[in-house]
C-alpha cells in the first residue's frame, strides 16, 4: 500500500504508535484532515556513540512518519554541540563526526528497518543558519519567551535548572525553537526530555509574523510534538527502588534513560555480537519485578514496539520450560512477574532478538565513510579518556 494513500485514522495510528506523548492528537487529525503536507524533523546533538535510543527507537519511528506519508528531516545540531560544549567545542571535531560518524550511524539505524538513506533529509544546522531567516525567528522567537521560562527550559541540554551556564547556553532553548520555523516541520520529533522547548514552540506559533506555520488554508497552527518512549539504561539505579512521582517527567527521562556517556548502560547502533551479550548478560533485570527494568523496558519499545500483539522466541531447555514464542506483552509481562520466566532466559531472547536486527547496521560499519567516521570518533573519545 502506498503512504500517501493511507487513510486519515491509519495515517494517525502510524505516527503515534509506540510514543510517550502527542501534543495533542486533535490538532494532529486537524491537520491531515486539511490535507496540508505533513513535514517532520528531529534534531541531534553530535556527541559519542549512536545508540538504540537514536538508532533504534527514533530511528523506527521515522520508518512509521514515512510509511504515514511524512516528509522526514533529520537535523544534526553542529551549533548546538558546540554551545553545549560537546566534543570540546572544537568545531572541525563537530563537523567531521556529524558527517562522517552521526550522519552514518543514523543511515545503520534507518537500514535496519529497511529504509533507504535516500528516503529522509539529513540538514546540517551549520548549512540552514546560512539562512537569515533563522535569525529573525530566533529574535522573533526570544521576543515572546521570558529569561524567567527560558532557563526553566535549560533541561533539554541535559543541564538542571540553577546550575551555573553561559549566556551561550541561554540561547539554546530558542535557538532549537527557531529551528522548527526555518524548517517549516509541523511535526517535531524528540525524546520527552525536550517537552519545555516543544512546549514553548506551540505557545508562540501563534504569534510569529515572519515565518509562521500554516496549514493548506492559510491559517497559523503550532506544531504537533511527538515524544519518543525513551530506553532505561542497563545499569541499576543509583537509588533503588525508584518514585516517579517525585520527578517531572523531562528530568526522569534525563536521569534514568539510556546514556552513552555510561557505556555499560547503552547497545551501540554497530556493537558487535559479542558486546551486545556482554552488556546484556550484565544487565539489570530484577526477578519478578517489571517496573524500571530495562530489559522488559526493551522487550515492550523495542521488540513489541508500544503494541499489545508481536513476537519474541525464547529458547531454553525443556527442563526450564522448553522454547515458547510470546506473541502477547501481557502474557510475557505476566509470567515475568509470576516467576515462569527467568531473567536469564528472557536477556538471551533480548540479546538474540537484538543480534539479527543490528545486523544491517554492523554490515554498514564494516567499511567505508563508516567505518573511517567510526575510527575518528573513538580517536577523540579515547584521547578525552
Known amino acids: 500500500m502506498i503512504a500517501s494513500k493511507r487513510g486519515v485514522k491509519e495515517k494517525i495510528r502510524l505516527i503515534t504508535r509506540n510514543t510517550e506523548e502527542v501534543l495533542t492528537l486533535d490538532d494532529l487529525h486537524r491537520l491531515i484532515t486539511s490535507g496540508t503536507k505533513l513535514r517532520h524533523y528531529i534534531g541531534f546533538e553530535i556527541s559519542g556513540k549512536v545508540h538504540l535510543g537514536q538508532g533504534l527507537l527514533c530511528m523506527g519511528k521515522i520508518a512509521d512518519f514515512l510509511e504515514a506519508g511524512v516528509e522526514c528531516h533529520i537535523f544534526l545540531a553542529d ?83 540553577g546550575e551555573h551556564l553561559s549566556f551561550a547556553q541561554l540561547i539554546y532553548p530558542p535557538l532549537q525553537v527557531a529551528d522548527i520555523f526555518t524548517l517549516q516541520a509541523n511535526i517535531v520529533q524528540a525524546g520527552i526530555d525536550q517537552r519545555k522547548a516543544h512546549v514553548i514552540a506551540r505557545q508562540v506559533a501563534k504569534k510569529l509574523k515572519i515565518t509562521p506555520l500554516r496549514n493548506k488554508n492559510g491559517e497559523k497552527i503550532a506544531p504537533i510534538a511527538i515524544h519518543n518512549n525513551f530506553l532505561l539504561g542497563l545499569s541499576k539505579p543509583a537509588v533503588w527502588p525508584i518514585e516517579q512521582e517525585e520527578m517531572d517527567k523531562d528530568l526522569f527521562a534525563t536521569a534514568f534513560k539510556m546514556s552513552k556517556s555510561k557505556p555499560d548502560s547503552a547497545i551501540f547502533i554497530h556493537d558487535s555480537p559479542e558486546e551486545i551479550r556482554h552488556k546484556i548478560q550484565k544487565a539489570f533485570c530484577p526477578p519478578d519485578n517489571v517496573d524500571y527494568n530495562p530489559i522488559i523496558n526493551w522487550v515492550k519499545y523495542l521488540i513489541f514496539w508500544g503494541e499489545e500483539e508481536g513476537e519474541l522466541k525464547v529458547v531454553r531447555p525443556a527442563k526450564f520450560g522448553g522454547t515458547k514464542v510470546y506473541q502477547s506483552i501481557n502474557k510475557l509481562i505476566q509470567d515475568y512477574q509470576e516467576g515462569q520466566l527467568h531473567p536469564l532466559d528472557l536477556k538471551n531472547a533480548v540479546a538474540d532478538w537484538l543480534i539479527a536486527k543490528l545486523e544491517p547496521a554492523r554490515k554498514h560499519f564494516q567499511s567505508g565513510r563508516a567505518q573511517e567516521g567510526l575510527r575518528f570518533l573513538e580517536s577523540i573519545l579515547n584521547h578525552s579518556d
Open 79 to 161: 551549533w548546538h554541540t558546540y554551545i553545549n560544549e560537546k566534543l570540546g567545542a572544537d568545531w572541525d571535531k563537530i563537523k567531521k563526526v556529524a558527517l562522517g560518524y552521526f550522519k552514518e550511524a543514523l543511515i545503520a539505524g534507518l537500514k535496519c528497518f529497511g529504509v533507504k538513506s535516500g528516503n529522509v533529509h539529513f540538514i546540517l544546522a551549520s548549512d540552514l543558519y546560512k539562512d537569515p531567516i533563522q535569525w529573525q525567528n530566533l529574535m522573533e522567537v526570544s521576543r515572546h519567551t521570558t529569561l524567567s521560562r527560558v532557563k526553566r527550559s535549560i533541561t533539554i541540554t541535559g543541564r538542571r535548572e
